[in-house]
């Protein structure tokens, strides 16, 4: 299973975990019993649509036993339109229950016009905004860079930082975009929870670095 086809991420009381590809109850379950109690599933597609399986995802994480379900949203720069594109998004989960809208910026075929780009995200997270919703970001802090360059536009929203260096703390988080602190972190891709292969998150830094392995011991992370 790829990372680029559907994605979930699923976080728990220190960790998390990303899925992509549909997730089946029982896998949910078998999260909670480990510990994870907030899922968070790709809601759009950086080609311009709804992730097919978000409203699936959303009802499994709740069926499976997590306390609270966002989603999360790779915007289709190229595509234009971005508050069509969140109007889009929230009307395909007007029957869904979910918190956040985690916004993905990453380079995928963004405007090298920096200035273009920082409006493309100021319009996408004021259009969350409009439809009652909490927006976040979550990006690289290179890329972040390329993108927008030194901004700090949005720095009030919550970060989900990605640094894929195995180490459950924040120890390595450097600021960037005007944000001083995160609040979750992407630290592991590609590893093996309760059967299933997956990426994962935290967003608080573990107790003890020995409690990754009771999180992820349906297999433990290699």
């Not at 994870?36 to 097919?52: H, V």
């Not at 700090?152 to 001083?180: Q, R």
Request: with cysteine; glycine share 8%.
């Amino acid at each position: 299973m790829k990372f680029l086809i559907f994605c979930l991420a699923v976080v728990a009381t220190y960790a998390a975990v990303g899925i992509s590809y549909p997730t089946r109850i029982t896998d949910i379950k078998c999260m909670v019993q480990v510990g994870y109690t907030l899922a968070i599933p790709r809601g759009y597609c950086s080609y311009g649509g709804i992730d097919p399986n978000v409203v699936a995802n959303i009802q499994s994480a709740w069926d499976g036993g997590m306390k609270n379900v966002d989603v999360y949203m790779f915007p289709c720069v190229h595509c234009g339109k971005p508050k069509e594109q969140v109007d889009q998004l929230v009307k395909a989960l007007s029957s869904s229950n979910y918190g956040k809208i985690w916004l993905d910026i990453e380079v995928f075929r963004w405007s090298r016009d920096q200035g273009v780009n920082r409006q493309f995200i100021l319009d996408i997270v004021a259009q969350v905004q409009a439809r009652g919703k909490e927006p976040g970001i979550l990006t690289i802090k290179d890329n972040w860079e390329k993108i927008v360059g030194n901004w700090d536009g949005v720095k009030d929203l919550p970060l989900w930082y990605i640094h894929h260096d195995k180490d459950p703390y924040f120890d390595d988080f450097k600021p960037f975009g005007g944000w001083s602190k995160p609040t979750m972190k992407q630290f592991a891709k590609d590893a093996a929870v309760c059967w299933q292969t997956v990426c994962l998150n935290l967003f608080q830094p573990m107790i003890s670095r020995y409690a990754l392995q009771d999180l992820t011991k349906y297999p433990t992370v290699d």
